[in-house]
């Protein structure tokens, strides 16, 4: 049975990644890790009317060929944890509607990859399912239009802001010997530290991070050289430096082992990204391609997955809100 050291949940069953995939635009393509994505497309519809629909197109796309990697059919699979940016998941919901899998959409703002992921493995962990799938995904012009400005507006952003990542990633997980495995999860709890600068996300979601972080070193009783490496989700320069911050004031310090996908999926110094990448897709491109690579061929076996996120709507930054930060952690290892 699995074990609860407060909150985190360590997996007795070792439920495992037995598919997964990625799917990217065009600019995410041409970044550092371009080659290691499954699907991408030049158009940023992705064949349809609308980024809103090409969300939903690259969400199916993702775990269609999960599937496909891992020589399963849609029947096959008891469960989909899905979630997306927009507004009622929408990207979710029109994405999966059609494969006639029974559905839980999930939402933790660009933490949902590691949420989805964590509940996955936990039912297969549990036995209340054989096989199940994560999936999220975010698109650059939906979720500007969304949270900030339509694109034919021209708005400049500060250099404290993110681009949003324009992909999918889906996660396949059964019971397979011999694959990479998800150890334990560790839900977070929401941070709000006050900031309210919605082109600050690094800053509002990096004191979760660091919280996560803390609780999952002291349930544990474990420190950052025990793991080949720990990437955030998508923190990008500023969150990053924030987060070590943090991080070195309850003597914690993560800095020899620490990447961040939203620093790892563009090159801030050739591509106009500012402080990096974010969105739901940043994290789950780059776990479902990049660190899934390295733990397959054992490059790495013992990570820490990190997805953080800004839990904000357009109608709580209209109110004065703050920005609440959650952030879900995720152990994989390789036998």
Excluded: W
Excluded at 148 to 155: D, H, M, T, V
Excluded at 307 to 316: D, F, K, M, R, V
Aim: proline share 3%; aromatic share 8%; with cysteine.
């Amino acid at each position: 049975m699995s074990k609860n050291i407060n909150n985190t949940i360590i997996l007795r069953n070792k439920p495992s990644v037995i598919g997964y995939a990625s799917v990217v635009g065009k600019h995410e393509k041409e970044g550092p890790i371009g080659d290691e994505f499954d699907c991408f497309d030049k158009d940023p519809r992705f064949g349809e009317d609308s980024f809103e629909k090409a969300e939903s197109r690259m969400q199916k796309i993702a775990v269609e060929t999960a599937l496909k990697k891992a020589n399963i059919n849609e029947t096959d699979i008891d469960l989909v944890f899905a979630g997306d940016l927009l507004n009622q998941c929408i990207g979710s919901t029109f994405g999966i509607r059609n494969m006639q899998i029974p559905f839980i959409g999930v939402y933790g703002a660009c933490s949902t990859m590691a949420l989805s992921l964590g509940l996955a493995a936990i039912f297969v962990d549990s036995g209340l399912s054989e096989k199940t799938v994560a999936v999220t995904s975010s698109h650059f012009c939906s979720a500007e239009r969304q949270y900030r400005f339509p694109l034919e507006y021209g708005a400049i952003r500060p250099q404290t802001a993110q681009r949003t990542v324009t992909g999918a990633g889906a996660t396949v997980i059964g019971t397979e010997a011999n694959r990479p495995f998800i150890n334990s999860v560790t839900f977070g709890k929401i941070v709000d530290l006050g900031v309210k600068d919605s082109n600050n996300m690094g800053a509002a979601m990096a004191p979760s991070a660091a919280e996560t972080i803390k609780d999952f070193f002291n349930n544990t009783d474990t420190v950052a050289e025990d793991y080949d490496i720990i990437y955030t989700g998508d923190l990008g320069y500023i969150g990053t430096n924030i987060l070590y911050d943090l991080l070195l004031k309850e003597n914690i310090d993560i800095r020899c082992r620490h990447n961040d996908c939203g620093l790892k999926i563009y090159d801030r110094n050739r591509q106009d990204v500012h402080s990096g990448g974010s969105g739901c897709g940043c994290s789950a491109t780059v776990l479902n391609s990049y660190i899934m690579h390295r733990l397959e061929d054992k490059t790495l076996k013992n990570i820490l997955f990190i997805s953080t996120g800004a839990l904000l709507s357009p109608t709580s930054v209209l109110q004065g809100e703050s920005i609440p930060g959650i952030s879900h952690l995720i152990n994989i290892k390789c036998n």
